[in-house]
């Protein structure tokens, strides 16, 4: 399993990165004397500062270690004992976090089939019905992911929908961003236009896969959930002791529009790939790129002799369907070099 | 409370402390080029290796992202769902982590007072009356700390009674070494004289209170119940994708003995700060100094005075005592000046 | 919503009758003098005889309080902490127990579509890709309901195949016998047969929907699971502490087969019931006849004016289906005079 | 262990007793016809009734299982995630209900050692310096038991007292009333006078161990808090069915008094086995007599001679202290007889 140094560059994961060199220096910067620990530090207060300027003056961060850290503590203030989530089924909380939701928040994702990773306000609708029945968990919110799991992006519009459909009905809107900025930078908007001026209560902004070592932040929208969050990250074991180290790293992301310029440039990789193998026999696009994911469909020979030579993994192997990711360090020289290799195992066969 | 530039050296918390040069040196080394996330990458394998070399071949190592995160991840598989822990009343999963014993493994923490937070073979043999009735939580796991709470250390007879009246009654040993490396460095022992050697059967290998950024290990000497780590893991929220950077961590404190110099400084710097109180007059220490931690009693206005000047904590206001830590970082000059500030605190009233 | 007297005979559940005559003379014949509490008396030893008795003599009974609860305890000692159920989506525990399963449990239910309620092996052989994938809940136990929630039975062949199936991949095969009684009489066979001699590890009696007050068993057929039981029904609050008049009920129906002579009376009813519509207009028989349920479809006029003189339950109101459930205390009268109401409203618009 | 018939008259347990005959009388009575399951009854219709008349226009009553049960549904709707309950040590929740507050509640017990069973409104003030700490749990109710675990009763002053310093600090006040007719029946007092009328949130209300045969009742004072409970009650698998016969079990008690004319008894008949023993040598009476408990004193042999004629448990085998029950069926002959084995026991040595 110790393929790193046999690859060229992957293709399986933006967190198969490593850290951008501004971050690891922003890191190396707080390393200087003493710092109170658990946050009461001035990496963080400039961390939190940063956070009201970038999402408003409402919005309070709070720095945690992994995304599904982040997804747990930003979920756990908005459910009661017997609240359900509703969700794509393809939620990385619902199929990629050891059953964390179920287990650590007692809570049961109600999962509905999407044709492209997007939740949509009918499908919310339709899990309404069994509210006041004592005998079914109740709905009480709808989570979605920004960029999705299927790298497929929700418009503003379409965020603003579900959060004026769940809202309606008492509901309460999450958005899991662990890529988020790759969102923002598709988009071409400010990440306040998809999060705080669309109606989202809770969501996290991921650090991690755009360039940080281990950063994400929880925000909170909606002030009286924000009171709990502390006692939530505490419990959840989502607590740095030496917090500057991580408010360093999202304060770095957060200056100068780090963040734009990492997730910019995956996007772009990601849109230099897909048309690269736009025109190819065999080979299918399977989701609009829409992010810094594309998901292709290729013949099982070509997919095998491409994974002696690359790394990169099956999102469906029965489908046939492969996930290639590009990250904050993909060059133009990655991509067509992968790009010629994908040629060559195309005419294998 | 942006306390941290207005004070001369924290002896507040040994994570009031930076990172040291060597680990940040290693984490800088780590950054180059893709590895695989989670786990599948050379720095781990080397980590994994380094467990094997100080705590036996059928030692398993599995890096995670805070103390409580690794006591957690530890306790989880040796505790069925009506079992219980007998622990110190002091323990930190009895005091200081939200809870989460409770919430997230569901146990009940049997708790006994202690007089040096150092638990006693009688302490667990009074626990085990109700074995076998069904109405009472069934004591399964008995969970020491060392260094404990109070800065006392375990020596590893005591830990080898402990291990043979838990495993005599069918009990489990577990080890909270968020100091574990103080503990051998005071003892001069090998890490594996107080864990491997003396029937421990899952520990936790502290990090962060020793110099690193974030970085604690899980080690689990019964084999059979390693196999539920990466699962429990995962789902506890204390798996990091870019794991390289954790492990890198790791193995430069295992390298050349890092942990132990590290220990041993802060040991010593702890022991001048007891020696120099030691004749003070209306100063007590209060628990034996074994470790990096000195407990003192004084005048409550002498501690006031002092709080102007010097970061700490009451441990008990109520007795008036306070805990001062010493870290990899402090200087003889460091406590040389604090004594002189605590002399004068003490002739102010 | 105080109904029950303005209707003549309700066919919405099986528990809107009585208590049969034979099991509340039962329990005032219990009524007799002191007894231990919790368990230890005469007539919980008669109630774990007949379980031996009737599921042979490896067979253990546990006596609790309702059907979600026999669910719940008998679950618990098969599953671990990161444990999955693969259950049919209309699965009582994934529907109609308030997330019960996911709270108490802790467990993800990985849920299947069905045509009529019944898992089948290719169901739970889809299930086993992720077997030790570190991200995802690992699949532990096969769960299925006889009689399934859509009234149709698996047959003794086809629970074989599903414990065949389950055991070869190291998973345990559950059972939701809340109606196991309708079934055995259904397929005319013994309780044994569908359950110890067909691989069964550990599965639910149901008492209450036959004519019991408030008794259901969880039947331990693997003994190395049985020991935890005792400890998890106290725990999970499904413990009586007059337990003999939980026991003396259970006793009563393996007495002289009541539970047979009850549960072929319902389906009786609701083959007749089945038998009385086949030929209407309008009215479609919506699965397999195989208990006392009934589930057909037919306009909503003529189900609305149905309602407004019987009370029964929509199953699917988008659909237009309905669930008719008969009872041990339901008489052909009770049946023809509904199928005259049926006729009349089926004209009606 | 099937000592039932052996035995004269269990002094081991007030739910050794078997049901008072009104009480199996009006569950035979409720065996009339079809009703609607879970509640929707005319029974559980009067039942709700009562408790208005009992305890308020406000109050709103709830029927649930068992004990542990009232105790768990009681509670939850109280407590967040990172919530904890004060108590006193001897407290059933923290002692006999094997870990459900840790496990179903996720919850934290800061117990309290008592002299008498009996929390203090200083008890309280001393848990709540951790309020606003994020690494510790939050106090948030305060739980007493009405009767304690120690047969002693809280007067309504001191019940106001705990409420109002409860309250003054953000905390809720929660009650274990499985014992609560014996405590009004000894203070002679209304039900309401020691539960509506001194500030109690919820309380659970005990119908077994006073003649039921398995019901007790959730009361919810403060109205906000009623509205989770239906779902608790389904999810904590403590909802009947065939609600009926829980609820007219309760509203048997609570009619004609029956609940105080069951515990008076009881109660005097403990009172006389308390004068009974008080002079003779070798026993000591350990807590005040307010109840339908005695707790004794006697040396072990005259014990072993005791239990060799008399079911009855020690309490603390340790100190040589026997707790004696007494119940509403218990007769002046069984406690003259048993006075008789007491004497008789004492001079064998």
């Given at each position: 399993m110790l393929i790193d140094s046999t690859y060229p560059k992957s293709f399986a994961s933006d967190n198969h990165a490593g850290v951008h060199p501004t971050i690891l220096e922003a890191m190396t910067a707080a390393n200087h004397g003493d710092a109170p620990a658990y946050g009461g530090d001035r990496w963080t207060s400039t961390f939190e500062h940063h956070i009201k300027e970038t999402f408003g003056p409402e919005a309070e961060g709070f720095a945690v270690l992994n995304g599904a850290g982040a997804n747990m503590v930003g979920l756990a203030p908005m459910l009661g004992r017997y609240d359900a989530i509703v969700c794509a089924d393809t939620a990385h909380i619902a199929t990629h976090e050891t059953g964390a939701a179920e287990r650590l928040l007692g809570t049961k994702l109600l999962t509905t089939p999407t044709a492209d990773g997007k939740l949509r306000p009918q499908d919310?609708?339709?899990?309404?019905?069994?509210?006041?029945?004592?005998?079914?968990?109740?709905?009480?919110?709808?989570?979605?992911?920004?960029?999705?799991?299927?790298?497929?992006?929700?418009?503003?519009?379409?965020?603003?929908?579900?959060?004026?459909t769940a809202h309606a009905a008492g509901l309460l809107l999450h958005m899991d961003g662990a890529r988020l900025a790759n969102a923002a930078a598709h988009l071409n908007t400010s990440l306040g236009a998809i999060t705080t001026e669309v109606g989202v209560d809770i969501f996290s902004f991921g650090g991690t896969k755009n360039g940080a070592l281990a950063a994400e932040a929880v925000i909170v929208l909606s002030p009286s959930l924000a009171h709990a969050i502390p006692f939530l990250r505490r419990q959840s074991l989502q607590l740095a002791s030496k917090m500057r180290f991580i408010s360093a790293q999202l304060s770095a992301l957060l200056t100068h529009d780090l963040w734009r310029?990492?997730?910019?440039?995956?996007?772009?990789?990601?849109?230099?790939?897909?048309?690269?193998?736009?025109?190819?026999?065999?080979?299918?696009?399977?989701?609009?790129?829409?992010?810094?994911?594309?998901?292709?469909?290729?013949?099982?020979?070509?997919?095998?002799?491409?994974?002696?030579?690359?790394?990169?993994?099956?999102?469906?192997?029965a489908a046939g369907t492969v996930r290639w990711m590009t990250a904050f360090d993909t060059t133009p020289d990655h991509v067509d070099d992968f790009l010629d290799v994908i040629r060559k195992s195309l005419v294998i066969p």
């Amino acid at each position: 399993m110790l393929i790193d140094s046999t690859y060229p560059k992957s293709f399986a994961s933006d967190n198969h990165a490593g850290v951008h060199p501004t971050i690891l220096e922003a890191m190396t910067a707080a390393n200087h004397g003493d710092a109170p620990a658990y946050g009461g530090d001035r990496w963080t207060s400039t961390f939190e500062h940063h956070i009201k300027e970038t999402f408003g003056p409402e919005a309070e961060g709070f720095a945690v270690l992994n995304g599904a850290g982040a997804n747990m503590v930003g979920l756990a203030p908005m459910l009661g004992r017997y609240d359900a989530i509703v969700c794509a089924d393809t939620a990385h909380i619902a199929t990629h976090e050891t059953g964390a939701a179920e287990r650590l928040l007692g809570t049961k994702l109600l999962t509905t089939p999407t044709a492209d990773g997007k939740l949509r306000p009918q499908d919310v609708t339709a899990r309404l019905s069994t509210l006041g029945s004592h005998h079914e968990p109740q709905p009480r919110v709808v989570s979605i992911s920004q960029v999705t799991e299927l790298g497929t992006c929700y418009s503003p519009e379409e965020i603003a929908a579900l959060a004026d459909t769940a809202h309606a009905a008492g509901l309460l809107l999450h958005m899991d961003g662990a890529r988020l900025a790759n969102a923002a930078a598709h988009l071409n908007t400010s990440l306040g236009a998809i999060t705080t001026e669309v109606g989202v209560d809770i969501f996290s902004f991921g650090g991690t896969k755009n360039g940080a070592l281990a950063a994400e932040a929880v925000i909170v929208l909606s002030p009286s959930l924000a009171h709990a969050i502390p006692f939530l990250r505490r419990q959840s074991l989502q607590l740095a002791s030496k917090m500057r180290f991580i408010s360093a790293q999202l304060s770095a992301l957060l200056t100068h529009d780090l963040w734009r310029h990492n997730a910019s440039h995956a996007n772009q990789m990601a849109t230099r790939l897909a048309n690269g193998v736009a025109d190819l026999p065999g080979i299918t696009i399977a989701y609009p790129v829409q992010s810094n994911a594309v998901f292709a469909t290729l013949p099982k020979a070509a997919t095998a002799a491409l994974l002696n030579r690359y790394l990169f993994h099956y999102w469906d192997e029965a489908a046939g369907t492969v996930r290639w990711m590009t990250a904050f360090d993909t060059t133009p020289d990655h991509v067509d070099d992968f790009l010629d290799v994908i040629r060559k195992s195309l005419v294998i066969p």
